[in-house]
């Protein structure tokens, strides 16, 4: 069950420890690591929320893949959430962890989908494109590669949405067809 509300409130809880710990860079690798799991591994999501499987079971599993990969901290912080039966939210708390490290530091996350994947003379250019903007000096880049945009680009920055692409273009032309502007102009 999606729990922002209860995302957020661990997520500020550990941050908040993290900082006060001195240990800011080193959690916020665990959970740049705990995404990439997630993201990576669609039944690792789907274990942690089964209510069929045993909390020790769960508790195994991501000792398993934790064990010397993430700071005591952070397996601390899981253990807390195996004990409260908290460990479906994980994933959640992570992307919320992120969301607000990235508010603390500045940082503006941008996700460019391109057909075909960047150059780095490219990539280069839109980061320095970007970069003219003084609010996003600090930008964490997510590229994402769709055979389906056909050309071109699509760029997210937090709430825009820039659609630069071949298929936009397509989908905007066969909707004015669909619409007759063009016969109704005619007459």
């Known amino acids: 069950m999606n729990n922002p509300r209860l995302a957020g409130r661990y997520a500020k809880s550990l941050l908040d420890l993290a900082i006060e710990q001195n240990q800011l860079d080193t959690v916020y690798a665990d959970m740049k690591f705990l995404l990439s799991v997630s993201n990576s591994n669609p039944d690792f999501v789907a274990i942690l929320k089964s209510p069929v499987i045993a909390t020790e079971k769960k508790e195994k599993l991501i000792e398993s893949i934790t064990k010397g990969r993430v700071s005591e901290m952070t397996g601390l912080f899981i253990s807390l959430l195996m004990r409260k039966t908290r460990e479906s939210n994980l994933p959640q708390m992570v992307k ?11 940082i503006h996350p941008v996700k460019i989908t391109t057909a075909v994947p960047m150059s780095n003379e ?9 970069k003219t903007n003084p609010e996003l000096q ?14 071109g680009f699509r760029l997210e920055v937090g709430d825009l949405l820039v659609d630069a692409s071949i298929a936009r273009d397509l989908h905007d032309v066969k909707k004015q067809f669909l619409s007759n502007e063009y016969i109704h102009k005619l007459r």
């Open 138 to 151: 600090k930008i964490e880049l997510q590229e994402v590669v769709k055979e389906e945009l056909i050309g």
């Open 96 to 106: 919320a962890f992120i969301e607000q490290y990235n508010k603390l530091n500045n």
């Open 122 to 130: 490219l990539r280069e250019s839109i980061i320095a494109k970007i």
